[in-house]
C-alpha cells in the first residue's frame, strides 16, 4: 500500500540513504526495518519503494522522486521529455507571460516536469496519492505547482469560463487500473480519445499522449501526429490540438538521444489511406491465427502498400520502429535508393540495393539465403565459416537459443541469420552487419 507521508518522512529518507549507502540487501534491509518498529505493511511499502529507486534515477535522473511501479511504468522519461519542451511556444508567442498549463491526469508529474518555468502549471488527477507524488516531485524540480484533485472532464468544461482560464493543456490517459495489467484494448483510455478531444475545445492548445499502436485513424483531421522514442523503440504517439499543431495534418517522427536532443526526424502529409486497411487485407488478419505457412500473413509492417513486393537485394534493412509505427519508413528509404522494396507483404525488412543509412535503419549485407531446413541452413553456415550466431525473426516463430544450439554451428566468422518470409514462404538470409 502506498503512502506518500510515511516514504517522505524524514525518519524513512534517512533510512533509505544509509541502507544505499552501505549496500544492504533484501533480508538486511527487511530486519532493519522489523528493529525500528516498522510493521509488515510499513516494510513492505518502504521495501517496494526502494526497489523502484535505481529505476527511478535512470529514467528521470534523480533518485528522490516519489511514486510507485505503476506511475513510474506510465510516465513521461526525461528524454522525451525535454525534446517535448520545445513544443510549447515562448512567451512572445503566447501573448502574455505567465500562461497556465492544465497537466491533467497529471499521475507523478512526468509531463510536468520539462514544462519551461514562465507556464504556470497545475496538475489534475482522481488520485489522493498520484497528488501527494506529484506535489513531492515538483518540488524536488524545484518547480511550484498547484495540485488539484478533481476529474479532469469537469475542470475542462469549467475551463472556457473561469475568470482566468488556462491556455493549455496535457493529457496522459490511463491505460490500465493496477501493476502487471496488460491493456490490449489500446482504445480502452480513461478518459477515451473521443472526451480528450472534447476537452481540447476549451483550451487554445495542447497535447495527448497516447500509446504508440493506437489506430492513427480515430485521430481526428487539424491534429499533428507524432512518433517519438530512440534508436530501438517508439514510446508514444504525440497529438498536438490547436496553437500547439503547428504542422497540422502532418505526420512527424522524432528518434530522441538521451540528452533530449532529436537525433533525426521524418515527416509526412498525414494520409488517411495508409491508416485504414482494406477489407480483404483485414479479413486476412481477422483469420490469421488458424492459417499456416505462406496463407498467413505476418504484420509487422504497418500496411500493405509501404512498399512494393520483390526479391531479396544486396541489403536488407530494420526500420526503426518509429518509422514503421509512423508510415514513414518507406519515404525514408526511397529517399536513399528509389528500388527499394519488401520481399514478404506485411514484413518490414527493406530490400535494396544500395545500403539505408542510420539511424533510420539497420542496415546488413546479404551473403546468402536458403530455405528453413536443418540441412540447407547447415550448409549456408559451413560454406561461409559460420561458428558464432545472432537470430533474427520475423514472420517465423520459435526458440532462437534452441535453433542456435540445434544448428551447431562452427567456424571462425560471425555473422546474423535472419528467419523471416520471401513471398510468404519461409526463407533463411545469411548476412553482416553494414
Known amino acids: 500500500m502506498f503512502c506518500a507521508s510515511l516514504l517522505t518522512s524524514t525518519k524513512v529518507q534517512e533510512f533509505i540513504r544509509d541502507a544505499f549507502k552501505r549496500k544492504l540487501d533484501a533480508l538486511q534491509i527487511s530486519t532493519a526495518l522489523s528493529k525500528a518498529g516498522y ?59 505567465g500562461a497556465t498549463v492544465h497537466d491533467l491526469c497529471c499521475g507523478m508529474g512526468g509531463d510536468s516536469f520539462f514544462i519551461p518555468a514562465s507556464f504556470k502549471i497545475v496538475g489534475v488527477d482522481l488520485e489522493e496519492n498520484r497528488l501527494a507524488m506529484y506535489r513531492h516531485n515538483m518540488a524536488t524540480f524545484g518547480k511550484a505547482a498547484e495540485a488539484l484533485c478533481a476529474d479532469v472532464r469537469e475542470v475542462a468544461s469549467r475551463n472556457s469560463s473561469a475568470e482566468n482560464p488556462a491556455t493549455f493543456f496535457t493529457i496522459d490517459p490511463a491505460r490500465r487500473a493496477q501493476e ?47 512518433y517519438l522514442g ?45 491508416e485504414t486497411l482494406d477489407d480483404e487485407f483485414q479479413e486476412k488478419l481477422d483469420r490469421n491465427d488458424s492459417l499456416e505457412g505462406k496463407d498467413r500473413t505476418y504484420r509487422t509492417a504497418t500496411s500493405r502498400n509501404d512498399l512494393p513486393i520483390g526479391d531479396i537485394a544486396e541489403y536488407i534493412s530494420e526500420p526503426a520502429p518509429i518509422l514503421i509505427r509512423s508510415h514513414l519508413f518507406s519515404i525514408a528509404a526511397q529517399a536513399q535508393d528509389p528500388e527499394v522494396h519488401l520481399i514478404s507483404e506485411g514484413i518490414a525488412y527493406v530490400a535494396s540495393n544500395e545500403p539505408l543509412p542510420a539511424p533510420g535503419f539497420t542496415c546488413y549485407q546479404v551473403i546468402a539465403h536458403s530455405e528453413i531446413s536443418t540441412g540447407a541452413v547447415r550448409a549456408m553456415l559451413k560454406e561461409h565459416d559460420i561458428g558464432k550466431l545472432t537470430l533474427k525473426l520475423r514472420g517465423v516463430h520459435l526458440d532462437p537459443d534452441a535453433e542456435i544450439k540445434r544448428l551447431k554451428p562452427k567456424g571462425k566468422n560471425s555473422a546474423i541469420l535472419f528467419y523471416t518470409r520471401k513471398a510468404g514462404e519461409k526463407i533463411a538470409l545469411l548476412g553482416f552487419l553494414y
Open 39 to 97: 510493521s509488515n505493511e510499513e516494510r513492505s511499502t518502504i521495501m517496494d519503494y526502494m526497489a523502484l529507486v535505481p529505476k527511478i534515477k535512470d529514467k528521470f535522473g534523480s533518485e528522490e522522486l516519489l511514486c510507485d511501479k505503476l506511475a513510474l511504468e506510465q510516465s513521461t522519461a526525461q528524454d522525451i521529455g525535454r525534446w517535448k519542451a520545445n513544443l510549447w511556444p515562448a512567451d512572445s508567442e503566447v501573448g502574455n507571460a
Open 180 to 226: 502487471g495489467e496488460n491493456q490490449r484494448d489500446l482504445r480502452n483510455l480513461t478518459p477515451t480519445l473521443e472526451e480528450v478531444i472534447q476537452i481540447s475545445k476549451h483550451y487554445q492548445g495542447g497535447m495527448v499522449k497516447l500509446p504508440p499502436g493506437y489506430p492513427p485513424a480515430e485521430i481526428p483531421d487539424g491534429t499533428e501526429i507524432l
Open 230 to 274: 530512440g534508436h530501438s523503440d517508439c514510446r508514444e504517439c504525440l497529438v498536438l490540438f490547436g496553437t500547439l499543431a503547428k504542422h497540422p495534418d502532418t505526420v512527424r517522427a522524432v528518434m530522441v538521444d538521451k540528452a533530449g536532443n532529436a537525433l533525426a526526424e521524418w515527416s509526412r502529409p498525414r494520409d488517411r489511406s495508409q
